[in-house]
C-alpha cells in the first residue's frame, strides 16, 4: 500500500462530474472504518511520528485492560491521552484544523497495521485496542455527525417494517428486558445473528431463523463488530501481502520497533536533562534521590553500587546514562563514579574508567550524545546473564526476589499486602504496569490515586520519566507547604 | 466378547465401520475437497497413545491407517488451512483451524445433581429422559432460533449424547461466534458449591427479579411438563433430606422457607409432588401482583431450569481445533457403537438396545453362513447385513442434504456468472 503513496498526491482529487462538494472533501467525518489506505506522499518521519503518537494511545488501552480499569475510567484515559498525541475534533471545532488531524489518524493507523499483522498474537491485540479506540471516539462523537457517519455506510442491516414488529412485539420486549415505555418508537435492525455475537451471547436479542432482531439503542454493537470483523480480515490481508514491503529496508526496522513498543511498551526517550536549575544534581545528593525517586531499576543497580562498590560494565552503562540525563553533571559524574569506586586506586580508576564515564557524555571518541536506555531497550536488549545486575527487576528478577527487593526499597510506603497485585501482573508479562503500580503505590503520599500512573493514566516507559515525575511530584508538595509557613510570617509582621 | 480386545476391533474396522458414508459426511462432495483432505484426525492407540494430526486423500486412505492403526477409538477435529499432517513442514502461521462442524456434547455426569436413580458411570431409561429433554430443547432452539438445517446426533456410546451441524453457517463460525452460542444456551452455570445456577433474567433489579429472555420463556413451557414427570415423580428429587434441602435453597423468601421445611421435617415420607404443591400453595398466598409473589413465582421458573434445561460441557463447542469422537466408533467399555440418532424420536431411544461390536459381528457370522455363495468383503458393505444398517443410512441421508446443498449453492454461481 505505501507503493501507492508514490501516487501523486492528486490522487485523492474528486472525480469529475462528482457535484456533492461534501464528499470530495477526503475526510467528511470525524470516525473512520479505515476502508481506503491513505493514498498520499509521507516522509519516513511522518511515518513513523504518526505511529508512535498513535501507539502511545493504543498501549494505554491495552494497559487499562491488563488493570481492568472500569469501561469509564478507560475512556477517560484514553481521552486524555488522545488529546495530547492524537486529537480528533467534531466537525464543529472551530480552531482546530480537522483535516490535517484525521490524515494522521488515517495514516497512523495503517502504519500499525503494517507493524502488527505479523503475529496472530499481534493482530488480536491490535485490533482489541483499535476497536476499543473506535467505541472510545463512537461514544463521544457529536449526535448529528454519528448519524452522517452511518449514513455514508452500507452496514447490510434490514429495518424490521412495522408489521412485523407487531408480528414479534411479545417477544421483541421480553428481549428488550422490560424496558417497553419506549416500544413503540423504538426501531429494530434485523442482521445474521454472526454479526452481533455478543448480543447472543447475553441473549438480548430476539433470533428467528437466524436473524438477531436488534434494537436501534444496541446499533452499536452492530457498528463494532462490524469495525473488528473488518480489521481482523483486513489484517490478515496485510500480512500475506507483507513480504513484498520488506523491500523497502528503511521501513523494516520502524515497523519492529513499533510492534516490540506494544508488547513491553511505548519506545521512549527522555531528553529531559535539566542544564540548569533546580533539577540539576550533585554527585551528594544521589543517595537521598535514589531512596525517593528511582525506579526500582535503578534503586538495585544504587544498591548494588554502594554494596560491592564496584559495578559491571552494562550496569555501569545502563545506570550511567540515567544519572547524565537525570542532571549529573560531567564533572560530578566522575566525582560521583571516584567516590563510589572506593576500593579502586586513583591511578587504576583515571586509567579505566574515567575515559568511560567521559565518553558516555559525548565528550571522547566519536562524541555521540548518548541517550538513557527507555523501558523497552533495558528489556529487548543486553539480557543481562547469571551474574549481572542491570535491565528490569519486574523481568528480570525470579519472583520471590523482587518481593524482597521491593519491600526492603521501599519500606515507608509500600507493605507486603501490595504484593500480590503487583505480581499479578509480573506473572502477566507486563512489567510496565507492574512498575506503574509501584509508583502510585509509593507516591500515594502525594496524592497519586490507582490507575493515575505517572500523571493522566499515563504508564512508565522510561526511568528518567518515573524519576523526573517523582521529583515533580515531590517539589509541588514541599512548595505547597512551604505556603502556610510564608503565610504565618506575613502575620507575624 | 470383549470389545477391547484388538482382533475385535480389527474385524469392526475392515468389514463394518462405514468408512464411505463419513468420508460423504465430512466431505460435501464426491470428488476430495479440502474439507476432508486437510481434516484433522487423531487416533487413540492402547496404551494411552495419543496420535494427532493426521489426515487423508480419501476414504480409502483413512480405513487403511485405521485398520493397520487398529485404534481403540478415533476423533474428528477441525478443517486446518493446510493438510495437517504437513503441520511439521508448513509455517506455524499458515496453520491455522479455518472449518468446523459446530459441535456440542452432553453428558449425564453434568446431571448428577439431580437424577436420583443412577450416579456416575451408570444409565437407565429414567435417566435417558434428562438427555431426550435436552435434544428436544437444542434441536428446536438451533433451527428455530438460529435458523440451522443439518444436525447429525450421535449417541457417545454411554451416558451422553454429541451434536454436529454442518451447515455452511456453522462451519464456518470462528471462535468468537461459537463462544455466543454457548453463552445462549449456558443457563445452568456454576460448580457443585453453587446453590443457584440460574441467572439469566434480563433487566432484574434489587426489588424486581426481571424477565426471562424470549428464548428461555418459549423453552419454559414444554420443560415444565417435564418437570412434573421427570423431576417429581421418576426422580422424585425433592424426597430426601438433601434433595429438599437443596431445592428450599433456592427460595428467596424466608418465612416460605421455615413454613416448608417445619412441614416437611414432620412428614419424612412426603413425596416430591406434593411437596411441589406445598410449595405452590405457600406462593399463592401471596397476593397475585404482589412483590414477594412476583419474585417467587420467578423463582418456581428459575428452579424448573435449572432442574431440567440442557447442561452442556461449554467447552468443547467454543473452539473450532476441540476434537470430537467419531460417530461409529466402538466405546471401549461398553463395547456399543456411537450410532446416529433421530431428534425426532430421541424418547424411544434406548441406550441398553444400541448393537455393541460383539453381537454386529455375530450377526455378521450368521449372515455368511446363511449365504451359499460367499461374497469378498470388499465389493459389499457387511454392515447391510447387520443390525446397524438403520444407522448407516441415517448419516447417509444427513450427508445427502449436505452434498444436496453444496450442488445447489454450486448451480447457483453458475446462474449468476450468466
Ligand atoms: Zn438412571
Given at each position: 500500500?505505501?507503493?501507492?503513496a508514490?501516487?501523486s498526491?492528486?490522487?485523492?482529487?474528486?472525480?469529475?462530474g462528482?457535484v456533492?462538494?461534501?464528499?470530495?472533501?477526503?475526510?467528511?467525518?470525524?470516525?473512520?472504518?479505515?476502508?481506503?489506505?491513505?493514498?498520499?506522499?509521507?516522509?519516513?518521519?511522518?511515518?513513523e511520528?504518526?505511529?508512535?503518537?498513535?501507539?502511545?494511545?493504543l498501549?494505554e488501552?491495552?494497559?487499562?485492560?491488563?488493570?481492568?480499569?472500569?469501561?469509564?475510567?478507560?475512556k477517560?484515559v484514553?481521552?486524555?491521552?488522545?488529546?495530547k498525541?492524537?486529537?480528533?475534533?467534531?466537525?464543529?471545532?472551530?480552531?482546530?484544523?480537522t483535516?490535517?488531524?484525521?490524515?494522521?489518524?488515517?495514516l497512523?493507523?495503517?502504519?500499525?497495521?503494517?507493524?502488527?499483522?505479523?503475529s496472530?498474537?499481534?493482530?488480536?491485540?491490535?485490533?482489541?485496542a483499535?476497536?476499543t479506540?473506535?467505541?472510545?471516539r463512537?461514544d463521544s462523537?457529536?449526535?448529528?455527525?454519528?448519524?452522517?457517519?452511518?449514513n455514508?455506510?452500507?452496514?447490510?442491516?434490514?429495518?424490521?417494517?412495522?408489521e412485523?414488529?407487531?408480528?414479534?412485539?411479545?417477544?421483541?420486549?421480553a428481549?428488550?428486558?422490560?424496558?417497553n415505555?419506549?416500544?413503540?418508537?423504538?426501531?429494530?435492525?434485523?442482521?445474521?445473528?454472526?454479526?452481533?455475537?455478543?448480543?447472543?451471547?447475553?441473549?438480548?436479542?430476539?433470533?428467528k431463523?437466524?436473524?438477531a432482531?436488534v434494537p436501534g439503542r444496541?446499533?452499536?454493537?452492530?457498528?463494532f463488530?462490524?469495525?473488528?470483523?473488518n480489521?481482523?480480515?483486513a489484517?490478515e490481508l496485510?500480512?500475506?501481502?507483507?513480504?513484498?514491503?520488506?523491500?523497502?529496508?528503511?521501513?523494516?526496522?520502524?515497523?519492529?520497533?513499533?510492534?516490540?513498543?506494544?508488547?513491553?511498551?511505548?519506545p521512549?526517550?527522555?531528553?529531559?536533562?535539566?542544564?540548569?536549575?533546580?533539577y540539576v544534581i550533585?554527585?551528594e545528593m544521589?543517595?537521598e534521590l535514589?531512596?525517593?525517586?528511582?525506579?526500582?531499576?535503578m534503586?538495585?543497580?544504587?544498591?548494588?553500587?554502594?554494596?560491592?562498590r564496584l559495578?559491571?560494565?552494562?550496569?555501569?552503562?545502563?545506570?550511567?546514562?540515567?544519572?547524565?540525563?537525570?542532571g549529573?553533571?560531567?564533572e560530578?559524574?566522575?566525582?560521583?563514579?571516584?567516590?563510589s569506586?572506593?576500593?579502586?586506586?586513583?591511578?587504576?580508576?583515571n586509567k579505566?574508567?574515567?575515559y568511560n564515564?567521559?565518553?558516555?557524555?559525548?565528550?571522547?571518541?566519536?562524541?555521540?550524545?548518548?541517550?538513557?536506555?527507555?523501558?523497552?531497550?533495558?528489556?529487548?536488549?543486553?539480557?543481562?546473564?547469571?551474574?549481572?545486575?542491570?535491565?528490569?527487576?519486574y523481568?528480570?528478577f525470579?519472583?520471590?526476589?523482587?518481593?524482597?527487593?521491593?519491600?526492603?526499597?521501599?519500606?515507608d510506603?509500600?507493605?507486603?499486602?501490595?504484593?500480590?497485585e503487583?505480581?499479578?501482573t509480573v506473572?502477566?508479562?507486563?512489567?510496565?504496569?507492574?512498575?506503574?503500580?509501584?509508583?502510585?503505590?509509593?507516591?500515594?503520599q502525594?496524592?497519586?490515586?490507582?490507575?493515575?500512573g505517572?500523571?493522566?493514566g499515563?504508564?512508565?516507559?522510561h526511568?528518567?520519566?518515573?524519576?523526573?515525575r517523582s521529583?515533580e511530584?515531590?517539589?509541588?508538595?514541599?512548595?505547597l507547604?512551604?505556603?502556610?509557613?510564608?503565610e504565618?510570617?506575613a502575620?507575624?509582621? | 466378547?470383549?470389545p477391547?480386545?484388538?482382533?475385535?476391533?480389527?474385524?469392526?474396522?475392515?468389514?463394518?465401520?462405514p468408512?464411505?458414508?463419513?468420508?460423504?459426511?465430512l466431505?460435501?462432495e464426491?470428488?476430495?475437497t479440502?474439507?476432508?483432505?486437510h481434516r484433522?484426525?487423531?487416533?487413540?492407540l492402547?496404551?494411552?497413545?495419543?496420535?494427532?494430526?493426521?489426515?487423508?486423500?480419501?476414504?480409502?486412505?483413512?480405513?487403511?491407517?485405521v485398520?493397520?492403526?487398529n485404534?481403540?477409538?478415533?476423533?474428528?477435529?477441525?478443517v486446518?488451512?493446510a493438510?495437517?499432517k504437513?503441520?511439521?513442514?508448513?509455517r506455524?502461521?499458515?496453520f491455522?483451524?479455518?472449518?468446523?462442524?459446530?459441535?456440542?456434547d452432553?453428558d449425564?455426569t453434568?446431571?448428577d445433581?439431580?437424577?436420583?436413580?443412577?450416579?456416575?458411570?451408570?444409565?437407565c431409561r429414567?435417566?435417558?429422559?434428562?438427555?431426550?429433554?435436552?435434544?428436544?430443547?437444542?434441536?428446536?432452539?438451533?433451527?428455530?432460533?438460529?435458523g440451522?438445517?443439518?444436525?447429525?446426533?450421535?449417541?457417545?456410546g454411554?451416558?451422553?449424547?454429541?451434536?454436529?451441524?454442518?451447515?455452511?453457517?456453522?462451519?464456518?463460525?470462528?471462535?468468537?461466534?461459537?463462544?455466543?452460542?454457548?453463552g445462549?444456551?449456558?443457563v445452568?452455570?456454576?460448580?457443585?458449591e453453587?446453590?443457584?445456577?440460574?441467572?439469566?433474567?434480563?433487566?432484574?433489579?434489587?426489588?424486581?427479579?426481571?424477565?426471562?429472555?424470549?428464548?428461555l420463556?418459549?423453552?419454559?413451557?414444554?420443560?415444565a411438563?417435564?418437570?412434573?414427570?421427570l423431576i417429581?415423580?421418576?426422580?422424585n428429587?425433592?424426597?430426601?433430606?438433601?434433595?429438599?434441602?437443596?431445592?428450599l435453597?433456592l427460595?428467596?423468601?424466608?418465612?416460605?422457607i421455615?413454613?416448608?421445611?417445619?412441614?416437611?421435617?414432620a412428614?419424612?415420607?412426603r413425596?416430591?409432588?406434593d411437596?411441589?404443591g406445598?410449595?405452590?400453595?405457600?406462593?399463592?398466598?401471596?397476593?397475585?401482583?404482589?412483590?414477594?409473589?412476583?419474585?417467587?413465582?420467578?423463582?418456581?421458573?428459575?428452579?424448573?431450569?435449572?432442574?431440567?434445561y440442557?447442561?452442556?460441557?461449554?467447552?468443547?463447542?467454543?473452539r473450532?481445533?476441540h476434537?470430537?469422537?467419531?460417530?461409529?466408533?466402538v466405546?471401549?467399555?461398553t463395547?456399543?457403537?456411537?450410532?446416529?440418532v433421530?431428534?425426532t424420536?430421541?424418547?424411544?431411544?434406548?441406550?441398553?438396545a444400541?448393537?455393541?461390536?460383539?453381537?454386529?459381528?455375530?450377526?455378521?457370522?450368521e449372515?455368511?453362513k446363511?449365504?451359499?455363495?460367499?461374497?469378498?468383503w470388499?465389493?459389499?458393505?457387511?454392515w447391510?447385513?447387520?443390525?446397524?444398517?438403520?444407522?448407516?443410512?441415517?448419516?447417509?441421508?444427513h450427508?445427502?442434504?449436505?452434498?444436496?446443498?453444496?450442488?445447489?449453492s454450486?448451480?447457483?454461481?453458475?446462474?449468476?456468472?450468466w
Open positions: 500500500m505505501f507503493k501507492a508514490q501516487k498526491k492528486a490522487s485523492i482529487k474528486t472525480e469529475p462528482q456533492d462538494w461534501y464528499s470530495t472533501k477526503p475526510y467528511p467525518h470525524r470516525l473512520n472504518f479505515y476502508d481506503r489506505p491513505p493514498l498520499f506522499d509521507v516522509t519516513i518521519e511522518e511515518f511520528t504518526c505511529a508512535i503518537d498513535r501507539l502511545r494511545v498501549a488501552i491495552e494497559s487499562s485492560f491488563v488493570r481492568n480499569r472500569p469501561w469509564d475510567d478507560l477517560t484514553t481521552e486524555a491521552q488522545s488529546v498525541y492524537l486529537p480528533l475534533n467534531a466537525n464543529t471545532a472551530r480552531h482546530a484544523d483535516e490535517s488531524q484525521r490524515k494522521r489518524d488515517h497512523g493507523h495503517f502504519v500499525l497495521r503494517l507493524a502488527f499483522c505479523r496472530e498474537e499481534l493482530r488480536r491485540r491490535f485490533v482489541k483499535e476497536t479506540l473506535f467505541r472510545v463512537y462523537d457529536d449526535t448529528s455527525e454519528k448519524e452522517e457517519f452511518l455514508s455506510r452500507d452496514f447490510d442491516w434490514i429495518t424490521v417494517d412495522e412485523e414488529k407487531l408480528l414479534f412485539s411479545k417477544e421483541l420486549q428481549a428488550s428486558a422490560g424496558k415505555d419506549g416500544f413503540s418508537r423504538e426501531k429494530y435492525y434485523k442482521v445474521k445473528w454472526t454479526r452481533v455475537p455478543d448480543l447472543i451471547e447475553k441473549r438480548k436479542v430476539f433470533l431463523a437466524g436473524w432482531y444496541e446499533q452499536s454493537s452492530i457498528i463488530q462490524e469495525f473488528e470483523t480489521l481482523t480480515r489484517l496485510t500480512a500475506k501481502a507483507l513480504p513484498r514491503l520488506d523491500e523497502d529496508s528503511r521501513l523494516v526496522p520502524i515497523l519492529s520497533n513499533l510492534s516490540q513498543g506494544f508488547l513491553v511498551g511505548v521512549s526517550e527522555w531528553n529531559g536533562a535539566p542544564v540548569a536549575g533546580e550533585t554527585a544521589v543517595d535514589a531512596r525517593k525517586n528511582f525506579p526500582m531499576c534503586r538495585n543497580l544504587h544498591g548494588v553500587l554502594r554494596r560491592d559495578l559491571k560494565h552494562s550496569g555501569r552503562l545502563q545506570y550511567g546514562l540515567f544519572l547524565k540525563v537525570l549529573l553533571s560531567i560530578e559524574a566522575v566525582a560521583f563514579w571516584r567516590k569506586f572506593s576500593k579502586m586506586t586513583d591511578d587504576k580508576f579505566e574508567y574515567k564515564i567521559r565518553h558516555s557524555y559525548g565528550l571522547e571518541g566519536k562524541r555521540a550524545n548518548y541517550p538513557a536506555r527507555s523501558c523497552q531497550q533495558i528489556l529487548l536488549f543486553d539480557q543481562p546473564k547469571a551474574s549481572d545486575c542491570h535491565g528490569c527487576p523481568r528480570h525470579s519472583h520471590d526476589n523482587l518481593q524482597t527487593a521491593l519491600l526492603s526499597a521501599y519500606p510506603t509500600l507493605t507486603a499486602a501490595d504484593l500480590p503487583i505480581m499479578h506473572k502477566a508479562g507486563h512489567p510496565h504496569v507492574a512498575c506503574t503500580r509501584v509508583f502510585e503505590i509509593t507516591h500515594s502525594f496524592g497519586v490515586k490507582k490507575g493515575e505517572i500523571g493522566g499515563e504508564s512508565v516507559t526511568p528518567n520519566q518515573y524519576a523526573a521529583r511530584l515531590e517539589k509541588a508538595k514541599k512548595e507547604e512551604a505556603g502556610p509557613s510564608d504565618s510570617v502575620m507575624e509582621v | 466378547m470383549d477391547s480386545s484388538p482382533e475385535v476391533m480389527l474385524t469392526f474396522y475392515r468389514r463394518l465401520y468408512f464411505k458414508s463419513i468420508y460423504n459426511w466431505n460435501h464426491h470428488a476430495p479440502k474439507l476432508f483432505t484433522e484426525f487423531a487416533f487413540t492402547p496404551g494411552d497413545v495419543y496420535l494427532r494430526y493426521n489426515s487423508f486423500n480419501s476414504a480409502e486412505e483413512l480405513k487403511k491407517q485398520c493397520t492403526l485404534p481403540t477409538r478415533f476423533e474428528i477435529g477441525p486446518y488451512s493438510r495437517p504437513d503441520k511439521k513442514t508448513v506455524p502461521s499458515a491455522s483451524p479455518r472449518l468446523r462442524e459446530l459441535v456440542f452432553i449425564l453434568d446431571y445433581s439431580v437424577r436420583t436413580c443412577c450416579s456416575s458411570a451408570s444409565i429414567l435417566c435417558w429422559t434428562f438427555i431426550s429433554a435436552a435434544v428436544r430443547v437444542l434441536h428446536e432452539a438451533l433451527t428455530e432460533q438460529f440451522f438445517k443439518h444436525l447429525l446426533w450421535v449417541y457417545s454411554r451416558r451422553g449424547i454429541h451434536l454436529w451441524i454442518g451447515d455452511k453457517e456453522a462451519m464456518e463460525l470462528d471462535d468468537e461466534g461459537r463462544k455466543a452460542i454457548v445462549w444456551f449456558e445452568i452455570k456454576g460448580g457443585k453453587m446453590g443457584n445456577k440460574v441467572h439469566v433474567r434480563l433487566s432484574a433489579t434489587k426489588n424486581n427479579p426481571g424477565v426471562l429472555p424470549p428464548s420463556q418459549t423453552a419454559l413451557e414444554p420443560l411438563t417435564l418437570f412434573s414427570s417429581l415423580t421418576d426422580q428429587c425433592f424426597a430426601s433430606k438433601d434433595g429438599y434441602e437443596a431445592l435453597q427460595l428467596p423468601e424466608g418465612n416460605v421455615k413454613n416448608l421445611r417445619k412441614k416437611w421435617e412428614d419424612p415420607d413425596h416430591s409432588a411437596k411441589w406445598d410449595l405452590k400453595s405457600e406462593v399463592k398466598r401471596f397476593d397475585k401482583g404482589s412483590s414477594t409473589r412476583v419474585t417467587l413465582t420467578a423463582a418456581l421458573e428459575d428452579i424448573i431450569l435449572q432442574y431440567t440442557p447442561r452442556l460441557d461449554a467447552e468443547v463447542s467454543k473450532r481445533n476434537l470430537l469422537k467419531a460417530p461409529f466408533c466405546h471401549p467399555k463395547g456399543r457403537v456411537c450410532v446416529p433421530d431428534p424420536r430421541v424418547d424411544e431411544f434406548d441406550p441398553e444400541v448393537p455393541d461390536v460383539g453381537r454386529l459381528l455375530r450377526e455378521l457370522d449372515a455368511e446363511m449365504e451359499v455363495d460367499g461374497e469378498g470388499d465389493d459389499h458393505n457387511d447391510e447385513r447387520t443390525s446397524l444398517k438403520p444407522y448407516v443410512d441415517m448419516l447417509d441421508r450427508a445427502m442434504g449436505l452434498m444436496e446443498e453444496v450442488r445447489r454450486k448451480i447457483e454461481k453458475i446462474d449468476t456468472t
